[in-house]
């Protein structure tokens, strides 16, 4: 089969599929030229991550697709079920990349807490002459240990997060309306294993007792607005590397500005690739440009997956 990455996928996948006989495109198509390069080029497979989409038209008029892959946890970029509908096979990675968002969460947070993000942009500019005035300004940071993290969304990498947190010495607690329990492992290098639970709460519950907030729903949803902003402890942080949209950018400014909560951290964008200027420009925000899944070892992991799952239902 003729298969298109035309987001990317790992060497790893590539050579996983050649070896079985397949051919992989790695061309990037713009999104207005895809029906047109998928029919003349005869593509029986697309494989995306989030830049590109695969809607209804684009459906419609390949018939020749057997299936559309999605490197990464959801797949709010394709039309699953009419694709489905349609005889087309869709599938993602959902394991693949859920300790390296877990990684990026963290990597925030811990920079957040002691002022990492803003100190790494005034030293350069003013370290040489207001070294004193700076280490007084980023010298009432906070430790992780002890704090209270409220997970939104307890799905995969909601846990991997969740055992980091555990890990630290942090408090967990969810709020997820699709589980009855709590429960989950933290696994050692040394090959022990921890059980743990996670306090389960409303909505209104986290936002009102956590001292950070992570965001790891599906979709694009918003869930945090300028009420939900108002309801969060006084100083906290909000951390959100799920999905553009889920929080109110506007609404966050404000808060922030305010200094209702003391910082956010934002991978993804409500208007990517084209994120709002003032939002990148806010000193109490950590930026990163949706980069959750962007390891090297999640995207090998990602494109063994993508391989496995076509070589299987090409069979």
Do not use: W
């Not at 790695?26 to 047109?36: H, K, P, R």
């Not at 038209?57 to 039309?79: E, W």
């Amino acid at each position: 089969m003729k298969i298109l990455a035309n987001d990317g996928i790992a060497q790893s996948g590539i050579d996983a599929l050649v070896s079985s006989g397949h051919e992989v495109l790695t061309i990037n198509v713009a999104q207005d030229q895809l029906v047109e390069y998928i029919n003349d080029k005869k593509v029986d497979v697309l494989l995306v991550r989030s830049a590109t989409t695969a809607r209804k038209n684009l459906i419609d008029s390949c018939p020749r697709l057997k299936m559309i892959g999605r490197g990464g946890v959801g797949m709010d970029n394709i039309d699953v079920d009419y694709a489905r509908s349609k005889g087309c096979n869709v599938f993602n990675t959902p394991d693949a990349s859920s300790n390296s968002v877990a990684e990026l969460v963290f990597a925030h947070l811990s920079g957040m807490m002691r002022f990492l993000h803003d100190s790494n942009r005034q030293m350069p500019l003013e370290g040489e002459s207001k070294f004193k005035e700076l280490k007084k300004a980023y010298g009432n940071g906070s430790e992780l240990r002890g704090k209270k993290i409220g997970i939104i969304g307890f799905g995969r990498i909601g846990k991997a997060v969740g055992r980091i947190a555990y890990g630290v010495g942090m408090h967990v607690q969810v709020h997820d309306p699709h589980i009855e329990s709590g429960d989950f492992e933290v696994l050692f290098s040394d090959g022990q294993k921890v059980s743990a639970k996670a306090k389960i709460l409303n909505l209104n519950e986290i936002l009102t007792s956590s001292d950070i907030i992570s965001i790891h729903i599906g979709g694009g949803a918003e869930i945090i607005g300028a009420n939900e902003l108002a309801k969060m402890k006084k100083g906290a942080f909000l951390i959100n590397a799920a999905r553009g949209g889920v929080i109110n950018e506007e609404a966050l400014d404000i808060a922030l500005e305010s200094q209702q909560i003391a910082g956010a951290a934002i991978d993804v964008f409500k208007n990517e690739p084209n994120p709002a200027i003032k939002l990148l420009m806010n000193p109490s925000v950590s930026l990163t440009p949706h980069i959750g899944a962007a390891t090297k070892e999640a995207q090998d992991r990602i494109g063994i997956e993508l391989a496995n799952q076509i070589i299987d239902l090409s069979k």
